[in-house]
Each structure stands twice: as structure tokens, then as C-alpha cells.
């Protein structure tokens, strides 16, 4: 597979290490900014230390962290982002949905933002293209929400008997909905049956599998949703509650029970974000990905 991720300039942000707001005695600190919860994000943040560490800079020596978490509740991002903007910080990470760096652009037009997301930044209007973002903000992002199709057709390959596929997504958001529209039309082509099923809240997601049997669902595609993330062993344990073939976005269902998984390397993508080395004018460049491997293109 290939993910493609960009990562351009920030041309004064190349200094915050050295300079933090002007403070040059003080210690730099970077605000991390997730949706997720701390306790689903460790291997995260052990990529994103091991992130900062390559390149120079270690917690508590000559860097700080300050984390912010929304635990799936994005109507907190707002106030986590100013929480974060006004302690200060010298540069902002948010991390995981586009819908937390939206709430740091909207928290500080000065204070330099590298977020780190699945989704394209241009469609979600977080930059105006990925050469030239412009402002305060640039960022990586690895597409997984765009890997929709693809985790069909193997789920495909897999239970080739399945008749009707569920797609669960988060149909409350932008991302869910063109999800579902791009999943819908790659079934049709399948000629496969899919029923979009909205994993909006807790209620949400207990409706759509107790309509599992009723709707002879015979396989399962879990969308990409950063909401989803948080509710990740809930969700495992439903699917296998109910027996059906299930696909997920990341390696860390896998890894906590769930059948398969097919997308990016998140640690890949959170050590890219704290790569500051790129965040220098003369070093502003598309990024593509290959497997778990970065490389220039």
C-alpha cells in the first residue's frame, strides 16, 4: 500500500526549541492536543517521544510536554486548545481528527500547529494545499480515510460468501459521510449489498449491532473515525459478541483482539509530527510513505 503524507513550512516554527514565545531561559513546551484518551494513546505517545528523541530532544532535559485529552468528546477540544494556548506553549501537536487541529487554529493564529491526522487537510480546510499550506499550521496525515475501499475488497476476499456488508461509521461527521459514499459505490461494483450503520454515540453503536442478524449482516467494516478509537475494546468485544468477520483501520484492534486490520502506521505518523528538523524553510517537501518506511519523493 501506499500512504501519502505532507510535511511543509513552518519557517519561523524552526526556532521555537531555542526560542519558546521569546522566553529564552525558559524550557520549550509542545502542547499535545488529542481526541483520544490517554490510556488508548501509549503507543503513541512512546512514538512520539521516540519522535522527539531522534531528533535532539528529550522530556524533561530540554523539552516539555503538556497533554490535553478529549477522550472522544470533540465539544471539549476547544477548551483543552485555549487551556493549552494559554499556558503557553511554543508549539501546538494535535493529533488525531481533523476536527483537533480545527480547534487549535481557531485557539491561536500565532503559536505554530503541526497536527497529525488521517484525513486529506485541504478537503477538511485545514490548509490551503499541501505545498504551500500558509500561516501557522502544517502537519502530516496518512489517509486512512481514504483506505475505506480497500479494506473492503479483503474483507471481501476473506468472507467471499457474505452477501451484505456492514459499514459502521460515524455518520455525524464529514468524514463518515463520504466514507460511506465512497465504501457504497466500490460494493455496488463488488456486487455486494452494504448497510451503513451509525456509530454517532454509545446509543448509536448498541442500535446498529443489535440490527446485525435482523439485517443478515455477514462481515464488517469498522470506519475510520477518530471517535471510534477510545471505544476500541467495546467495540471488539460487540463484534465478537455477535460473530461476525470484522476489518478495522489500525494495526492496535489487531493487536487487542479484533480479527484484521488494514492502514498506516500510527506511530510512523506521530513520529513524523514531532520531527521538527522539517519545519525549516529550506526543507519544505512532499512526503510519500511505503509500508512503515519514510522516504522523500
Known amino acids: 500500500m501506499r500512504r501519502r503524507?505532507?510535511?511543509a513550512g513552518l519557517g519561523s516554527a524552526a526556532a521555537w526549541p531555542m526560542v519558546a514565545l521569546g522566553q529564552q531561559t525558559a524550557m520549550p513546551v509542545i502542547g499535545f492536543l488529542s481526541s483520544r484518551s490517554a490510556g488508548d494513546s501509549v503507543s503513541a505517545v512512546a512514538a512520539f517521544r521516540a519522535g522527539l528523541a531522534q531528533t535532539g530532544y528529550v522530556e524533561g532535559r530540554n523539552v516539555a510536554i503538556e497533554f490535553r485529552w478529549a477522550e472522544g468528546r470533540f465539544d471539549r477540544l476547544s477548551a483543552l486548545a485555549e487551556e493549552l494556548v494559554r499556558h503557553p506553549v511554543a508549539v501546538l501537536a494535535p493529533v488525531a481528527g481533523y476536527q483537533t487541529p480545527r480547534a487549535a487554529q481557531a485557539a491561536t493564529s500565532i503559536i505554530p500547529i503541526v497536527f497529525g491526522i488521517g484525513e486529506d487537510p485541504v478537503k477538511e480546510g485545514l490548509v490551503p494545499n499541501l505545498n504551500r499550506p500558509g500561516g501557522n499550521t502544517t502537519g502530516a496525515t496518512f489517509s486512512t480515510a481514504l483506505l475505506g475501499t480497500k479494506r473492503l475488497g479483503i474483507l471481501r476476499q476473506l468472507v467471499p460468501q457474505a452477501e451484505v456488508v456492514g459499514l459502521l461509521v460515524n455518520q455525524n461527521s464529514t468524514q463518515g459521510q463520504g466514507q460511506?459514499?465512497?465504501?457504497?459505490?466500490?460494493?455496488?461494483?463488488l456486487g455486494l449489498r452494504l448497510v451503513v450503520l451509525n456509530g454517532g454515540n454509545d446509543e448509536d453503536i448498541d442500535a446498529a449491532f443489535a440490527s446485525l442478524v435482523r439485517l443478515k449482516v455477514g462481515a464488517l467494516l469498522v470506519g475510520a473515525d477518530p471517535s471510534f478509537d477510545p471505544k476500541r475494546n467495546r467495540l471488539i468485544a460487540k463484534v465478537a459478541q455477535h460473530a461476525v468477520p470484522a476489518i478495522y483501520q489500525f494495526r492496535d484492534y489487531a493487536l487487542a483482539g479484533g480479527l484484521m486490520s488494514?492502514?498506516?502506521?500510527?506511530?510512523?505518523?506521530?513520529?513524523?509530527?514531532?520531527?521538527?528538523?522539517?519545519?525549516?524553510?529550506q526543507r519544505r517537501q512532499t512526503w510519500g510513505y511505503a509500508g512503515h518506511a519514510a522516504r522523500k519523493i
Open 5 to 7: 503524507a505532507f510535511i
Open 180 to 189: 460511506a459514499r465512497d465504501v457504497q459505490e466500490a460494493a455496488q461494483k
Open 262 to 281: 488494514y492502514g498506516a502506521s500510527i506511530a510512523e505518523l506521530y513520529q513524523q509530527v514531532c520531527d521538527l528538523r522539517w519545519s525549516c524553510p
